[in-house]
């Protein structure tokens, strides 16, 4: 049976990490069976969650998990898509991955009352009298790598203007659909699916949240992607 390595409930979400639920959502949507399981990143070959196992193979990367239930189970969600759909599909995918996953990482590690809610808990197996300095020396690499990524270089309404038009798009593209491109879902949507849930978390002080929540399409796809795949779990990230 596959495995899944991600992290678990947290944030009143299914996982803290849009990557972790993305790669839940795929093993969902495959209809393979699969187990969840607490991951370690020091275990991981990329250092990062979500990896799945599977008859002791490691697969790391939620792209490359994707990509293993296609060649190794045949699984194909994309069936039916034209190439403009296809293309299109993997555009937006890579959007939010690549753009506005780094706004979700700048306003829960680099507002002060955000991290306090949320990422300060990661640490608290670290004991007291060096968790200051953990915490110090994370944070600080954290701003080096939105700095680098390009993210950090942004002011607040610079990085806002930049969420109104990443989200516009994906809810232009969404339109009153069910899922991205059709009334089922493909490979993206775990992908849409995961940051929209993300993006929506009510823990934070977050102007994307409020980005978001204008766009009564994207909240009501959240909400499906919640009830369908999330429904049995609820009650647990609810309660972390």
Not at 166 to 171: K, M, Q
């Amino acid at each position: 049976m596959i495995e899944l390595h991600a992290f678990g409930p947290g944030f009143g979400l299914p996982d803290p990490s849009p990557f972790c639920i993305k790669a839940d959502l795929l093993l969902q949507m495959s209809g393979l069976p699969f187990e969840r399981k607490r991951g370690n990143m020091r275990k991981a070959p990329k250092g990062k969650l979500p990896m799945i196992v599977e008859n002791g193979e490691i697969i790391a990367d939620s792209t490359f998990i994707r990509l293993h239930l296609e060649r190794r189970h045949g699984v194909d969600l994309d069936k039916g898509l034209t190439a403009e759909q296809r293309g299109a599909a993997w555009a937006v995918e890579k959007m939010l991955e690549d753009h506005l996953y780094w706004m979700v990482v700048q306003e829960r590690w680099t507002v002060d009352a955000n991290f306090d809610r949320g990422p300060r808990h990661f640490f608290e197996a670290v004991p007291a009298p060096l968790r200051p300095l953990v915490i110090a020396m994370i944070k600080r690499k954290v701003r080096q790598n939105l700095h680098g990524h390009g993210m950090g270089r942004y002011t607040p309404a610079e990085r806002l203007e930049l969420a109104r038009q990443a989200v516009g798009a994906v809810a232009a593209v969404l339109g009153e659909r069910r899922f991205l491109v059709r009334e089922e879902p493909c490979w993206a949507d775990a992908t849409v699916g995961a940051f929209m849930v993300a993006g929506l978390c009510q823990l934070f002080d977050s102007p994307l949240r409020g980005v978001i929540a204008g766009h009564p399409n994207l909240v009501a796809y959240a909400a499906r992607i919640r009830a369908a795949y999330f429904n049995e779990r609820e009650e647990l990230s609810s309660a972390a």
